[in-house]
């Protein structure tokens, strides 16, 4: 049980936008900023979104991040086959170090 | 461009220390980052081990800091983890990571293709 609450699924159709919650507490989320991973089938994570809301360059911009008190979400606008993946919110806790939420595992349909 | 690529035994008897070594192309590990690692069970999520900077200061997961040891070895442009007293559940895909310091937490925005480490009875 992950100390970060994802939803274990999520799914889209192609052209839709679809959001992935990621839910925390004061002593993670609340105090610190959230950082988004994409894991492609197979591969190593990528990162997506850094400090709750920027992207990396080469993200497109279908990708954003945003958080209010103690939950962050993800939105992926213009959904595409490709996006099909695992996706991780992580934050800083003041115990517990560096935390990834349980991850959430997107179907495009 | 920085290339990390993980090595060590796929295979460790229980009870005994996994060693896993990270060889870092592009930049030197001396340079102002942080080295982690993060592993991955099979079909379960990430898990953040724990992060050497380059000045050789160490960060560990509380859970884990009792049995880990993350070095660095500037000679030869590594970061090896050591893992001692393994059991099943250490089994997993382990990934070495650059983290850019983001205080009081990391951006892991460079990481290898991981290694897989089975830990038998």
């Known amino acids: 049980q992950s100390v970060l609450t994802q939803p274990p699924s999520a799914s889209g159709t192609p052209g839709q936008r679809v959001t992935i919650s990621c839910s925390g507490s004061r002593s993670n989320i609340g105090s610190n900023y959230v950082y988004w991973y994409q894991q492609l089938p197979g591969t190593a994570p990528k990162l997506l979104i850094y400090?709750?809301?920027q992207r990396p360059s080469g993200v497109p911009d279908r990708f954003s991040g945003s958080k209010s008190g103690t939950s962050a979400s993800l939105a992926i606008s213009g959904l595409r086959s490709e996006d099909e993946a695992d996706y991780y919110c992580?934050?800083?806790?003041?115990?517990?170090?560096?935390?990834f939420g349980g991850g959430t595992k997107l179907t495009v349909l | 461009q920085v290339q990390l690529q993980e090595s060590g035994p796929g295979l460790v008897k229980a009870s005994e220390t996994l060693s896993l070594t990270c060889t870092v192309s592009?930049?030197?590990?001396?340079?102002?980052?942080?080295w982690g690692w993060v592993r991955q069970p099979p079909g379960k999520g990430l898990e953040w081990i724990g992060d050497?900077?380059?000045?050789?200061?160490?960060d560990y997961n509380p859970s884990l800091k009792s049995r880990v040891t993350i070095s660095l070895d500037t000679s030869k442009n590594q970061v090896s983890l050591k893992l001692s007293s393994v059991t099943a559940a250490d089994t997993a895909v382990y990934y070495c990571?650059?983290?850019?310091?983001?205080?009081?937490?990391?951006?892991?925005?460079?990481w290898g293709q991981g290694t897989m480490v089975t830990v038998s009875s």
């Open positions: 592009g930049l030197s590990i001396t340079t102002d980052y942080y």
């Open positions: 992580a934050a800083w806790d003041v115990r517990l170090r560096v935390l």
């Open positions: 050497i900077n380059h000045s050789g200061s160490t």
């Open positions: 990571s650059r983290a850019n310091g983001d205080y009081p937490g990391y951006i892991f925005d460079i």
């Open positions: 400090r709750n809301n």
